[in-house]
């Protein structure tokens, strides 16, 4: 199951977070990665809008020096809020993680507990004893 964890955290931040029953933090690392998904998808947009725009000015070695001022004046709001994006899609992965991280070390600390007897005397015991 960690390794599904980690594969879809990898994915999208917060899924894998759900499936190991973390569900608050989860929650909040897949909103997040949504909520960026769509901001960097909305910096595209724009992006390929203005390109689009000014694609016949572009031709025209004379025109192209004022068709780049004007695209980058259209989507200069776009590529901050891409940015943004960007930013909170790094921050809801690097928690995503963490929070594999804490998975795979829980997993490995059950794993290593012991299931009989503490300590070597309390083994000998229960060998020594005949209704075992």
Known sequence: MKWVCL???MTVPGVGSMIAK???AGAIQAAGSVIA???VGYCFSEFYA???DYSESLDDPDQMAEAMKAIFGKIKEPLIVGGMGV???KVTWVWAQFTTAAVFKNEKAADQ???GPDNVADAETLLRDSSN
Request: charge should be neutral; proline fraction near 6%.
């Open 7 to 9: 594969m879809a955290n």
């Open 22 to 24: 973390r569900y608050v």
């Open 37 to 39: 998904f769509v901001m």
């Open 50 to 52: 203005s390109m689009k």
């Open 87 to 89: 930013i909170i899609l």
């Open 113 to 115: 507990e012991p299931d």
